[in-house]
């Protein structure tokens, strides 16, 4: 019984001590790199909500801009303006105001006029 148990601890000390030389070697296993991926997800929310938010920021102090109906989304350094503005100059000005702000690499303008109304 002692030896099966032996056996055992040897095979996972064997299988642990390889999967942690192939992490540190960059050998690349399936698991490291869905682990590597998966740490890499979690962090960009984080750098993607404060592009976001310098973005909004950025908008928010042009004269005579409102920002109150725009929508700013980043990812990876892609930004996408949604929303409305109320004039056609505002949706050119979004745009170019956007890619000033450092960390933004492209700028997707999906910005329309607002209309007003129900209808």
């Keep these: 019984m002692n ?3 032996d056996h055992g601890l040897l095979a996972a000390v064997c299988m642990t001590t390889a999967f942690s030389a192939c992490v540190q070697t960059g050998g690349g296993t ?3 790199d ?3 991926a998966t740490a890499s997800r979690r962090a960009a929310p984080q750098s993607d909500s404060s592009l976001s938010t310098a973005v909004r920021q950025a908008l928010d102090k042009a004269p005579g801009f409102n920002v109150s109906g725009v929508f700013v989304r980043a990812r990876d350094g892609a930004v996408i303006l949604s929303g409305t503005v109320h004039s056609a100059d ?3 000005q979004a745009e170019q ?3 000033t702000v450092p960390g ?3 700028v997707v303008n999906k910005l329309t ?3 007003g109304g129900n209808g």
């Design 97 to 99: 105001i956007a890619r």
């Design 3 to 5: 030896r099966k148990r």
């Design 90 to 92: 505002q949706i050119r």
């Design 30 to 32: 399936l698991n490291a």
């Design 104 to 106: 933004v690499l492209v």
């Design 113 to 115: 006029l607002w209309h």
């Design 34 to 36: 869905a682990s590597l």
